[in-house]
RNA sequence: GGGGUCGUAGUUAAGUCGGUUAUAACGCCGGCCUGUCACGCCGGAGGCCGUGGGUUCGAGUCCCAUCGACCCCGCCA
């Protein structure tokens, strides 16, 4: 039996070590980061997932420790116990958290050993992502993906606290739930006492969280999983984690407040920055005109300007054509337009192109007029009244867009975006909340031939626009709320309906049949009829948050455990396939 | 379902116009080295060039297919 561990105890953590502790015997335990023998002294780098600390194997000092220290390799867990000594002048680390010392050891344990790494668990190189997944406990080593995690935490305990601290109870709503038609797939979960039946795991706790309210918790939250089986982007996983909160007897201020007392708090406990709410609320039509988009990356210029009116009459018949044919005309302005060239310019239609966009018209203003391919089918006081509305001035560069109200909102939403990148225009590091107001509550869909609910069909719709839902349901505004950040939705709510009348009202809207909401929905419609208060609430993607806030490219560098774009987890191998002794049980059978 | 980028040693990359034995750095192994901290110096091992097919006298390089990773569109109430 080891001395160490059963009788010798860990004193400290490498990272926390410091000038304070100089005189001390401390013992660490940790893995050797790095070793570096010259032949006589031996120094390793200790890491534990406070940071390093160097430790010193001196021959002279104490043979038997050196001759111990000579079998250590890379990522062998030792036990070390020694004296905190300050270094002397001239051979202080700076870039160590702990240059300032040293651990002479007096003994070291070789707690186990390690095969070679597949790779170096430093910061600096990029590993490619099925090696780190694959690896990923070593991966999660690295001292960056610590990081997140442990900012992650400290997200997640300051959200629990925050909330507790105002009244909100967390409680937990089951995962083996109903499918219900509306909104994305449904990952299933096959019955097997219920032969031919399934289980959906949700992809929220709506129906459970607004039932707390009706029996009368007032105050709910929970950081839960949630799932939705569609596919992935660098912000997207099949799973992810909610912060999920209910409140009654409240409308949208107070759900508002309480979230802008969350995010100041949270950013302060983990990042100890200093939010100022409130924050900026934008109505969803104007984020659309503006930024082309319902998440604007408020952080830079570039706003979508409408010339509609000036060109509707222009020579250019793509111009003219576009607006009689219901089209409008937008641009985005973008100074030190130089940055780009020629050739920057040339790829550019590429890229709107993905978005619908037959062309983008460019045009370099200059003292004289413009620089353009469009400069000679404009009539000079077009020119001058675009500049004019524009703003513009010599050197800046605009850019148009002519075509379906959506195609050039996604397309310039979506330029505006490309070009801040590229070009560098947003500071990093900062922080923009907005909140978006007044969504549509329903969306026509053109593969569905109904209208859609935009945020969900339990959202209460604008009292006044309650007579609309029968007769114009595309004109009617919802009590909902997004709230986003740096571009990013990272929350969204609602008031909801808690009225049975309103809610069949609604369902009607979204045109799905008596049978259908009696057999998905009927027990909610049921106990919506035993006094449901007012309520409300939203939901927080917690693995974005974090992310925005670790400054991450990837949602999968804040999950501990994340899948690939195929949602498979090499490390695990999961998904795979099963017996058929387990099919037979479930009474499945693979078509 | 669609578009794109990529796949060469354990890792990260180079590999020209198709041409002889496929390079480098880091890592690994051995030797030397008492103050380094990405230690240094010397030596060494390590390759189904993702996989399958094709073109060619000849393929890491060209073509087709396929698998995988990533980014995007669709999708994500």
Known sequence: MSSFISKVKRTHYCGDLGISNAGETVVLMGWAHRRRDHGGVIFIDLRDRTGIAQVVFNPEKNAEAHAEAHKIRSEYVIAVKGTVITRLEGMENPSLKTGQIEVMAKSVEILNESKTPPFLLDTDTEISESIRLKYRYLDLRRQNIQDNLILRDKVASGTRNYLHDNGFIEIETPFLGKSTPEGARDYLVPSRVNPGSFYALPQSPQLFKQLLM????????????????????????????????????????DIINVIEGLMATIFKSALNLDLLPPFPRLAYAHAISRFGRDNPDTRF???????????????????SDTVSRGGIIKAIKLSEGRRLTRKDLDVLPGYVSDFGAKGLAWARVNESGWTSPIFKFLSPSEVQTINSRMEATPGDLIFFVADSHKIVHDSLGNLRLHLADKLNLVQPDSFSFTWIT?????????????????????????????????????????????????????????????RSDIQSLVFKALELGDEEVRGKFGFFLDALEYGTPPHGGIAFGLDRIVMIMAGADSIRDVIAFPKTQKATCPLTEAPSPVSLAQLMELSLKII
């Open 301 to 319: 210029g570039l706003e979508l300007v409408d010339l509609t009116d000036i060109l509707k009459y222009s020579n250019l018949k793509f111009f």
């Open 214 to 253: 009706i029996s009368g918790f007032d105050r709910y939250f929970q950081i839960v999983k949630c799932f939705r089986d569609e596919d992935l982007r660098a912000d997207r996983q099949p799973e992810f984690t909610q912060i999920d909160m209910e409140m009654s007897f409240v409308a949208e201020d």
């Open 438 to 498: 007044e969504f549509p509550m329903f969306e026509y869909s053109e593969t569905e031939k109904r209208y859609m609910a935009t945020h969900h069909p339990f959202t209460a719709p604008v009292q006044e626009d309650i007579p609309l839902l029968s007769t114009d349901p595309g004109k009617v505004r919802a009590r909902a709320y997004d709230l986003v950040l740096n571009g990013s939705e990272i929350g969204g709510g609602s008031i909801r309906i808690h």
